[in-house]
């Protein structure tokens, strides 16, 4: 006879969100025996993990802005549904400190940090401010005021190349590269132009380029008695145009010196600020001085969090569940350890070939990989639609191996087994990537995609 599971806190979830996030926390909820109710738009009526979900509820018309970044829909869905909490998954909500407050004032547990850290580490500027502060190394620059008020105070002072930033920006948007002097002016209209109609905050801030950088995000988890452990690295330095495509686990960058200095920055930043719940602390790693800068804090979950899970043997969904619901982390530092290697593939519905443009459609035949040592997160099932009205990804495919070698040796045989019809794919480009001897040695920087791809496809 198995033994009773102990109760949390927490009796009935509401998962704000969709796709295969909304799937991944539908299921943990299950595995700790809390109820799930999905909130989806009519797009996504009849989705997977509204299949799979104790009940749901319909929050509006296609449009995110009129259903998943509705605050009163969905609080209205949580209260009518009995919801004592709200999953935010990532992206929509999930770094919104307002969207907590809404939640607290109306008695619901939000899963995640609380709102006024995530004023402090979720705006980009604030957190290059409070890491400073806290002796965590940062890259060099500043706000585009004061002293930086002009482009020829910019130039002389941060150098070149350097990158224009929107202090509440995310996901490429607000984001330039500048090489010369001349093209600086252009950078700083664009960036605040794209800034204001995105996040509706034009403050801009500007930092140096590092050429040779890799891109290493640490995963911590604090708890609300003051414990804060990590979870050891990703190596997301695979990217296009700040677009991540791939991730891996553990950095092929870091010394084991290296691997202490940037963890141990990471957690003193969350131990300092108290932070609660996942989070992700994102450094650039200088490959030629082996220095770490930070550049940002995700106050949320992370696509990538299956990686981490493969590489610790922890459910980081489920922590997140009982963190909230006011447990104890349910390890210590010298429980979590690394066992072999991890890499992980997004498969977007995207035309890597054509700019690596979305498409939409129906999926005519879909057989995603099996067998061992392979995960697919997805929320698609063979004829279902692709939505044209948000983020066009499809599956994460997560391999794992004794090595990095053996990894990328599966991964080439798990990628080949990967059928889909109906709509473009990113699998095209990950196994040209597989073959490419920068890749396969890990001899990579930020922008490498976006200068080998481009030699791919150019006619």
Known sequence: ??????????????????????????????????????AFSEPDRGSLATQLADDAICIGPASAKDSYLNTTALLSAALAKGCDAVHPGYGFLAESPEFVDKCESNGLIFIGPRAETMRALGDKLSARRTAAALGVPIVPGGTVDGELATPAAIVEQVGLPLLVKASAGGG??????????????????????????????????????LTNARHVEVQVFGDQHGNVIHLFERDCTTQRRYQ?????????????????????????????????GAGTVEFLFDQSTGEHFFIEMNTRLQVEHP???????????????????????????????????VVEFRINAEDARKGFLPSAGTIGRWRPPTGPWVRVDTHMEQGQDVSPFYDSLL???????????QVLERSRRVLDEFVVEG?????????????????????????????????????
């Open 172 to 209: 490429g948007r607000g984001l330039r590269r500048v090489d010369t002097p001349e093209q600086l002016p252009a950078a700083l209209a664009q960036c605040a132009a794209e800034a204001r109609a995105a996040f509706d905050d034009d403050t801009l801030y500007v930092e140096r380029y």
């Open 1 to 38: 006879m198995t033994a009773p599971r102990a109760k949390l806190a927490i009796r009935r979830v509401l998962v704000a969100n969709r796709g295969e996030v909304a799937v991944r926390v539908v299921r943990a909820c299950r595995d700790l025996g809390v109820e799930s109710v999905v």
């Open 244 to 276: 991540k495509l791939l991730e891996e686990a553990p950095s092929p960058a870091l010394s084991d010196e290296a691997r202490v200095a940037v963890t141990d920055s990471a957690c003193l930043l969350a131990r300092e600020t108290g932070y609660e």
């Open 307 to 341: 990686v981490t899970e493969l590489l610790t043997g922890l459910d980081l969904v489920r922590m997140q569940l009982q963190v909230a619901a006011g447990e104890r982390l349910p390890v210590l530092q010298e429980d979590v350890t690394m066992r072999g290697h």
């Open 423 to 459: 709509v473009p794919t990113t699998l095209p480009f990950h196994l040209w990537l597989l073959e490419q001897p920068d890749f396969v040695t890990s001899q990579l920087y930020t922008t490498w995609v976006d200068t080998n791809w481009a030699r791919t496809v150019e006619p």
């Open 395 to 405: 599956a994460k495919v997560i391999v794992w191996g004794a090595t990095r070698g």
